[in-house]
């Protein structure tokens, strides 16, 4: 397929991605208190957790620098798109690309904007949206990313050394994690020789 005639079909990718990331994110954000844990089976919850650094609760140096970092290489993905577009690049690896753009911006948002847009999430009270010139819990940039999606696939038997009575798979993350890592894994199995190329 070409991706110079279906341009269109990556920022297609980009807003429909960016809003069911959005959606989501607000409903845990304004229905949930913090840690609240809905089981929807027992190897799948909903778990509302804020997480203050990178994907997967992982926190490193300032918060404020790394969403600058994490707008800069969004500008960047975006500007290489456009280039690989032009050149009527693997329509797939094009696809791939907007995956991983699209969960850059997703949590993007909520570091520049969650801050001012709600009040502060506790235990006990659910967030409101900040309205009338009221104040949120952050500042522009350093607000928290949303994270609600837990998979305690199972747990160690407490025989087991190192890992007995550990949950497999214990991070909390979200969509725009989703959309990353399912993409670098697509990377890794199918394209590549895509991305070798695209670099040159």
């Known amino acids: 397929m070409s991706s110079k005639k279906y341009w ?4 297609l990718i980009f807003v429909v991605g960016i809003l069911a ?23 799948f919850h909903l778990v509302f957790v804020e ?19 994490r707008v800069v290489v969004s500008g960047a993905l975006i500007w290489w ?17 907007a995956l991983v753009l699209t969960g850059a911006v997703g949590n993007i948002i909520d570091c520049l904007f969650y801050g001012m ?3 502060e999430s506790g235990v006990v009270e659910v967030a409101q949206m900040v309205c009338d010139g009221g104040a949120g819990y952050a500042g522009f940039g350093v607000g928290k ?5 837990y998979f305690p696939l199972f747990e160690f038997p407490q025989w ?13 993350f979200n969509l725009a994690d989703s959309y990353i890592t399912v993409s670098i894994f697509l990377i890794i199995l199918f394209y590549r020789k895509s991305f070798n190329k695209a670099l040159e």
Do not use: H
Not at 8 to 11: E, H
Not at 21 to 42: A, C, H
């Open 8 to 11: 269109w079909v990556f920022p």
């Open 21 to 43: 990331d959005q959606m989501l994110k607000f409903y845990v954000k304004l229905n949930f208190t913090l840690g609240e844990d809905y089981e929807i089976f027992s190897w």
């Open 51 to 69: 997480n203050p650094g990178m994907a997967f609760g992982v926190t490193l140096g300032s918060k404020l620098i790394l969403t600058i970092f």
């Open 81 to 97: 798109m456009v280039r690989l577009i032009r050149r009527n690049f693997d329509f797939g690896f094009l696809v791939v690309l």
């Open 117 to 119: 847009m709600f009040t």
């Open 145 to 149: 990313v949303v994270d609600m999606f």
């Open 160 to 172: 087991m050394p190192l890992f007995g009575g550990e949950i497999f798979f214990s991070p909390v």
